[in-house]
């Protein structure tokens, strides 16, 4: 059930990242990916890993495109 969920929310994101290219949805996606797997890895949990790396992904990614812009 959470591996579903995952893999919906990140394929929605990639979509999303695809047609917008904006470097905050880029940077929560890699953050959800990254963070599910450090929490599957570690025993945390794969969603609530995905939930963190989402918000500091997506935090990394505004304060990116912030200064590059």
């Known amino acids: 059930m959470v ?3 995952i893999a919906t929310v990140v394929g929605v994101s990639m979509l999303t990242i695809s047609v ?3 470097g ?3 940077g929560a996606a890699v953050g ?3 963070g599910a797997a450090v929490g599957a890895a570690t025993g945390y949990g ?3 890993g995905a939930l963190i790396g989402t ?3 997506a935090a ?3 304060i ?3 200064t590059k812009k």
Do not use: H, S
Request: hydrophobic fraction near 35%; aromatic fraction near 4%.
């Open 3 to 5: 591996r579903r969920r």
């Open 20 to 22: 917008t290219a904006c």
């Open 24 to 26: 905050t949805l880029t």
């Open 32 to 34: 959800a990916g990254g």
């Open 46 to 48: 794969a969603g609530k």
């Open 55 to 57: 918000g500091v992904g």
């Open 60 to 62: 990394a990614g505004a």
């Open 64 to 66: 990116y495109d912030l």
